[in-house]
């Protein structure tokens, strides 16, 4: 509570941490979609109801997803340290941190994505199958075509979860908006980055939302015909 | 044509097993439509569910165009399926995706171009008569529009064979009507065998030209349905046709009658002039007692509770059986009322 930073200098503070926040962020969610979108799929497909009902592999693949979820960012932070040297070089860093935000989003979409293709409705399979359309086809345009909304939706939670996971990571020198209100905000005794800090996360994460609920209601093209 | 062979299905259940279909065999021949009625779960769409290849049974043969389509699988069973139309109970088009694109996704499945596939699909929105709906998407369309796309889907890639289960079921009579028109136009214009399961019987007396009732996982009546309706003790029949016993309007039957009898008269020739014909040429006064007049598909169908009075009642009711009326006799009890 010493003397104040000026606010010009607070926004040059702010300016870079914000958009490393931002590349951590929508790098993992990309990847994170890359990654779980087909192991959700899986995770579909192989339950009693889906399309290639394998209680073997689907519990295998349960097990991981809820598993590797179920760990604590923290934890998986720490824990996937040296892999993440292996694989970028340095275990600290924005580019560094983006290695366990994607290990522990990747689950958590695939997740989602089995949740929003079991809303699917089996007669429309079912329909899609009697026309002799291959396994492939049924997924992509019944499957996922049909929970386009839900899918776009789960993107939005996993950025915005990811929000909270990349800050958190700030705190152990992870770089963004995180490290600059733990280490020039709260170590620095600086109320005013640590507050603009705090503010423009949760700014970061509203506006995610705002984006990805308007997307998820362009991709919709079902018409919910209400009659007063 | 549709052959089903001493099909049999069960599902576990509990510690035993629920026998859906115990040795079903029927056919449908070319062209014709076939209603397949029965009470709630006697099986009637577990059968549709296995003649569209989704419900594997655990005997039995089903034949489309002769070829047993049981045992297929992978690229075979693929391409079976494209031969046999199918329009699934409930709501089954995809709510992404526009009328158009819904009927297109047979087309997309069998690999045709997409200048092929448009032209298709506007030949079959005309079929079903929604042309104009080509763009829109199924929350839009009203429940007999939905279906009748689903139609259009199920014969997109002219398949012979067309099967719908409980096509109707969710609609009101004027809409269900326009769902009947079409597949009814399925038949005569594609010359598709059609399947189609209800348990709403005006579904069979206004497409059917043949029926089979199921009960218990039984056919427990099938055969063309003007046949049927002929047969004595015909559940097909007593359902389909007028009644005969009006209560009170008919105290005095059998009463001052010499031969009591119930007609069932197929056919415009038979239902408009077999009656009085008979009556003059034998001399003997005919009475109605009860009954009426009816229409199976396009052909009137009578049932009637007729009296004969006169010398010649015997021979009267013996020329009319000779000319196609199917006459069944009518025992009269002890306080003379006809049961
Ligand atoms: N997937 C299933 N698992 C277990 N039992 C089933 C299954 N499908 C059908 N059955 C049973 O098989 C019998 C026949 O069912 P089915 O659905 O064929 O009847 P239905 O004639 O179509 O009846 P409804 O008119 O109510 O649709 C019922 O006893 C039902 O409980
Ligand atoms: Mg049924």
Known sequence: MSDKTPWPEVIELLRPATGETVYMVLTATLLAVVGGLPLGVMLHLTSPAGLNPNPPAHRVLGVVVDVVRSVPFVVLLVVLASFTRFLVGTAIGSTAVIVPLTVGAIPFFARLTANALREVDTTLVEAAITTGASRLRIVWTVLLGEARAALVGAVGVTAVTLIGYAAMAGAIGGGGLGTTAIQDGYQGYDDRILYSSVILLGALAWGMQLITDFAAKIVDRRRVVTSA | MITVENLTKSFPHDNGAVVAL????????????????????????????????????????????????????????????????????????????????????????????????????????????????????????????????AVARALAAQPSVLLADEPTSALDPSTTDSVLTVLDRARSELGVTVLVVTHDMAVVRRIADDVAVLEQGSVVEHGKVLDLVSEPGSRIGSTLLPETDQGSAVPAAGIGHDVVAEVVLVGFAAVGALLPEASNRFDVELSILGGGLTRLGDTPVAKFRIGLSGELSESALKWMIEHDAHVRRAPVSVDGVAA
Request: a positive charge; charged letters at 25%; hydrophobic letters at 40%.
């Open chain 2, 22 to 149: 115990d040795n079903v065999s029927m056919q449908v021949p070319d062209g014709a439509v076939c209603g397949v009625v029965g009470s709630s779960g006697a099986g009637k769409s577990t059968l549709a569910r296995c003649i569209a290849l989704l419900d594997k049974p655990d005997s039995g043969a089903i034949r489309v165009d002769g070829t047993d389509l049981v045992a297929l699988d992978g690229k075979s069973l693929r391409a079976a399926r494209r031969r046999i139309g199918v329009v699934p109970q409930g709501d089954s088009l995809l709510r992404q995706r526009t009328a158009a694109g819904n009927v297109a996704l047979p087309l997309e499945a069998a690999n045709m171009s997409a200048p092929q596939r448009r032209s298709r699909v506007a030949e079959l929105l005309d079929l079903v008569g929604l042309s104009d709906k080509a763009p829109v998407y199924p929350d839009q369309l009203s429940g007999g529009q939905r279906q009748r796309v």
